[in-house]
């Protein structure tokens, strides 16, 4: 049985389109050269979790030789990937298993405030990132229609936030929600206007105190989704059009006290989504 491929680094190239290029580096051993690339070989992308074995959880893409001890492989924007979080592996024929792809050089500056057409009906967007235990992985999305959040400026008493939608048109009575964690309690909601002139821009401004009014006996995260228009049904605001793969510790906004006892701080989830977070603080803020 042919072994498998030993240790793989991918270093990672995008482009303005969202093509991803993946050249990997398969070191030579003192006492081998580096193996060479069998036709059959292919980097794998397997969806996290049980999704990866239903249909459309693997993905698989050939690769070719492109130097000594180098392998490429080039998943193409067009590529269909469901949403989440996807893990690669080099997998050789003959292998009992496939072996996970380490990360290397990560060069995503095409991907910095990318601007899809405004008429898009459907936004992807994938980024190459290293997860917590040295592995190469991909975050996907996949939003139809899209919201994507753009400055978000801290006040005194609440939020203000400008955007870009893509997919539907901004219509009559336009506006933002702040809704419960879990759904449970009632919504709060906010004019939309638009913003600088652009096709599909928006901007918002949300006051913390009503959120803040009804007791906050623990952190609550209160999810932001924007109504197009009387009775269209919403779109979560996120941030996904750029490098970041997770802007929960990353993105860090100033804390507020709306309320004696309550302290509010505009936040991303690790999924990208903007929300408001509420929690207990002291009386006396």
Excluded at 209 to 227: N, R, S, T
Aim: a neutral charge; one cysteine or more.
């Amino acid at each position: 049985m042919t072994p498998a491929i030993a240790t793989v680094r991918a270093d990672c190239t995008a482009d303005p389109a969202g093509t991803l290029t993946f050249d990997l580096t398969v070191p030579a051993s003192a006492s081998a050269p580096a193996p060479a690339p069998s036709p059959e070989s292919v980097l794998l992308l397997r969806r996290r979790g049980a999704a990866g074995g239903r249909p459309g959880g693997t993905v698989r893409i050939p690769l070719s030789g492109s130097g000594p001890g180098r392998l490429r492989a080039v998943l193409p924007a067009s590529t269909e990937l469901s949403e989440g979080r996807w893990d690669a592996y080099v997998e050789e024929p003959g292998a009992e298993t496939a072996r996970a792809v380490e990360p290397g050089l990560r060069d995503l500056r095409a991907l910095v405030d990318r601007g899809p057409d405004t008429g898009t009906a459907r936004v992807s967007a994938r980024v190459p990132y290293p997860t917590a235990d040295g592995r190469l992985a991909l975050r996907c999305w996949v939003r139809a229609p899209h919201a994507e959040a753009g400055a978000v400026v801290v006040g005194q008493d609440g939020m203000t936030v400008e955007g870009v939608l893509y997919g539907v048109a901004v219509g009559e009575e336009a506006a933002v929600e702040a809704r419960p964690p879990g759904g449970r309690g009632r919504a709060h909601r906010f004019p939309l206007t638009p913003a600088d002139g652009r096709s599909g821009a928006f901007a918002f401004t949300l006051p913390y105190g009503p959120p803040a009014d009804g007791p906050v006996d623990g952190a609550q995260l209160w999810q932001l989704w924007l109504v197009p228009a009387a009775g269209a049904p919403g779109v979560r605001i996120s941030r996904i059009l750029d490098d970041v793969w997770s802007r929960a510790k990353s993105f860090v906004y100033p804390t507020r006290a709306p309320a004696p006892g309550v302290l509010a701080t505009p936040c991303y989830t690790a999924d990208n989504d903007l929300c408001l977070r509420l929690e207990p603080g002291p009386a006396d803020r």
